[in-house]
């Protein structure tokens, strides 16, 4: 039966991927292009390679370093396998370990959960103010022939009032979204331990697809020799949708 899941997993990532857009449309596997930075310089840091004795060695270089000079960035580069590696190992211990997944996931859905109550809070200002033109739009009715500036009043608060409607009901559709966007532990646990066995399996462009959809940012920092990892809640779950219907 395991080998039936592996199975299934395995076709729907390579079925999902394979109109994967331009974005990964590398010649060398560059697993994290696009999601690699530079802490040093809060800058991209872009996939590049050498050439010795008919050997390629790739890496990774500090956009602002290739830009203006090696001597501008004290981070410059790193090698690409070696930073792809520890990554995908980040990953892969998060699926092993169930504290290391809650903490990761709390992480992960704090900038959401921020953003959910910004929005909250919006919404309440932006309703107090529809009731305000409301009661100021009544004002004004009573008003209406007495005076031509009275009617380009009502105009003027009409439009504010729409204005105000319009963004209501972007927010509330934000609102929505971010809460559709929120992880369940289990389903999320789930498909990280099948990301695992299946991840091996993948040719490169497969593999970066995942990873794009699992990680917002990668944050390496040269000085120090850290890297900070930032998961995306929204693509960790549709990843875990897609082991799901893998699986079913």
Known sequence: MEGEIFRRVKETLKHNGATGGASLRNRYGALLKGLLNCKSCGCAMVHAYTTKRNKRYRYYVCLNAQRRGWHTCPTKSVPA????????????????????????????????????????AEKKALDRELRRHDRELRDLAGKLGTRIRVTDQVADLQERIRATEQRSTQVRE????????????????????????????????????????????????????TVSVTFHPAGIKALAQELEEGDS
């Not at 091996?200 to 040269?222: C, F, H, K, N, T």
């Open 81 to 120: 396998q070696e930073i792809e590696k520890f990554v995908v190992d980040q990953v892969r211990c998060i699926g092993r370990d169930p504290s290391l997944l809650g903490e990761t996931l709390k992480k992960a859905g704090e900038l959401g959960r921020k953003r959910i109550q910004e929005l909250k």
């Open 174 to 225: 934000e609102l929505i979204a971010l809460g559709r966007e929120m992880v369940d532990e289990r389903e999320v646990a789930r498909a990280l331990a099948l990301f695992d066995p299946v991840w091996d399996s993948l040719v490169p462009r497969e593999q970066a697809r995942v990873l794009r959809l699992l990680i917002q940012r990668v944050d390496y920092d040269g000085v120090e020799g």
